[in-house]
C-alpha cells in the first residue's frame, strides 16, 4: 500500500490519520483519547490545584507530563503507610527543558534555591543534559513551576508526547561548529514546542510572556488536538563529539564538516532504549541513517519527520508507538520515500561518516579563547550533600564566587565555563573542602557509569538503580584493580526497569531491572553508543553480579585483542562461548 502524507489535512485532526493497513481506522489507547478531551492540554489540572487534592486523577495525570511534572509516590513509605491505613505519600517530579543543557549561573543558583525551598533538597542532571526536581508536593507544584518560569526556563514539553530536550554537545568550544549546535537545538526547541496557552494559564496566573491573556480555541499547527503518539527526542551530534548517544535519538542529527564548517547532517530516525520484558515486539533499537540535508534544512527536515510520525504512528498501543518501530517495519527505503512527501526538495543519500568519539569533558580544557571549562563528575547526575561529600554546596559557593556559565552533560554531570586560568587554585581547593574528589581521580568506570533514580521515587522501577549502583562500582573498581585494568574505558549503566532512561542497551555493560533485587545483565556495547550489546543472563541478583562478571574479566585480561575493549571483546565471543564462562548457578539463560 502507498503511504502519502495529508498535507491538505486541517491542523487539529491528525488524529483520524493512522489506518490499520486495510484503510480502516485503526484503534486509540486511552490516553489518545484523553488526549483529545483535554482541551489542548488543560484537563481539569487548575481546578486540583485550586483544591484540596494532594494528586491529581488518572486523567490529569496524563496530562500534567506535557508540562513537565510526573505524579509519583514515596515507595520507601508505601508499607508503613498501609500498615497506619493512610494513603500514599504522592509528590510530583518536575524537569526543565533545557537546550543543549546551557543554565546561566544565576539560572543554577535559582534552580538551587527552588530545591532547598520546595524539593528535597537536590538537583538531578538528566541523561538528556536537564534539570529534575523529586520530592515536591501539591501545595508546591504551580511555585516550583513558575519559579523555573522566573529565571527564564521552561518545564513545558520535558515530558509528555511531543518533542522533548534537544541535545547538543556541552562543551563551550570556542569553535563555530560547537556554537553551531547549540543555536540549532535552541531553535529547533523553539519551533518544536507546543503552542497550546495551557501552559501559561495554569502555572504562570494565565499570562503570556507579553502579558495578555490567551484566547481560546488555539490550534497546535504541528502537534493537532492529539500531539504525537509518544515522545520524540532530538540530539545534535559532531563525529568528534558524540557526547549525546546520537544513535539513541528518535531524530539524530549528524553533522557533516567540511571546510572547518558544517555543510549539512546526516539524518538518523529510530533510536530508542525503551522495551518491555516479555514482549519481543518490543526493543531498543538505534537510529539508522535516512538522508543528507544541507544545513539550511535542519529545520525543515526535523518538522518533516516529526509530522510523519504524527500521522504513521501506532496510536493503538504505546509499548510500539515510537518512530522506531516504524523505521523498523518499513525499512530504511520505503520509510525515506514516505519521508520525501513531507519536504519540497530531494533527499540526498546519507553521508559516509562514521562516529569517531564520545568524549565526557571531564576535568581541565582550554576553551580556545583564552579560559579554560572544568567537567566536574557527577555520581549518577545527584548533586547532594550527603555525609562528608558536599557537592551542592561546593558547586553553590563556586558559582557565586566566579559566576562560570554551567552546561550540563547526557552522561549527567555539569561543566563550569569560561574560567580563567587564575581561577583553577581556588576551584580545586574548594572542592577538596567540600570533600569533591577531583575528577581526574575518579575511577574510569565511575566516570563512565549512568543510573536511573529508580526507586523510591519512579513508578515503573521493578528494582533499584541510582542506589544501588554505587555499591557495584566500587566492587567492580576492586576488580578491575586487582587485574591491571584500571585505565580501562567501560561503560557501565543501570535502570530500575526495561525503559532504559540511563541507554543501558547501548553500553560495554548493561543492568536492567527485572524483579525484585534482580537484573538482567547485558553485555556487548561500546563507548561511542554505536552498537546494541544484547542479553547474557536474566534474573541476576544484584548480589552476583560481581561473581558472574569475575571470571569473564580474567579471561577478557588473557584473550583480548590489542585495543579491544570489553563490549568488543563480548561481542567476538558471542553468547554462547561467554555462557561457558559464566559460573553455574547465576541467574538464567535470557530468552
Known sequence: MSI???????????????TDGNGQAARRSAVELIKEASRQLR???AETIAGNDDHFNEQDKQLIKFHGT???????????RSKEGVGKHYMFMIRCKIPGGRVSADQYLALDDLAGAHANGTLRITTRQSIQFHGVVMRNLKDTIAGINRCLLSTLGACGDVERNVMAPPAPIASPLYRE???????????????THAYHEIWLNGKLHNGEAPKEPEVEPLYGKVYLPRKFKTGLALPQDNSIDVYAQDLGLLAIVENHAVAGYNVLVGGGMGMTHGNPNTFPHLARPICYVPADKVIVIAEAVIKLFRDH???GDRKRARVKYLVHDWGVARFREVLAGYVNFPLAPPKNIEVADNPLHLGWHPQGDGKYYYGVSVENGRIKDEGTLRLRTALRVLI???RPPTRLTANQDIILCDLPADAREDIERTFDEFGVVAAERVSMVQRYSMACPAIPTCGLAITESERALPGIIDQLEAELDRRGLSDLRMTVRMTGCPNGCARPYQSDIGLVGRSGDKVTVFVGGNPLGTRLNFALRDLVPI???IPLFSPLLDDYKSNRLPSEGFGDYCQRLGSERLETLVPAGIGKPPH
Request: charged residues 35%; proline residues 6%.
Open 181 to 195: 549546535l547549540q543555536d540549532i537545538a535552541d531553535r529547533l526547541a523553539e519551533h518544536l514546542a507546543p503552542r
Open 313 to 315: 504512528g501506532n496510536r
Open 43 to 45: 484537563g481539569g489540572i
Open 400 to 402: 557565586e564566587r566566579h
Open 543 to 545: 548480589s552476583q553480579l
Open 70 to 80: 510526573y505524579q509519583q509516590d514515596d515507595r520507601d513509605a508505601r508499607k508503613s
Open 4 to 18: 502519502h502524507p495529508a498535507e491538505t489535512r486541517e491542523p487539529g485532526t491528525q488524529e483520524s490519520v493512522n
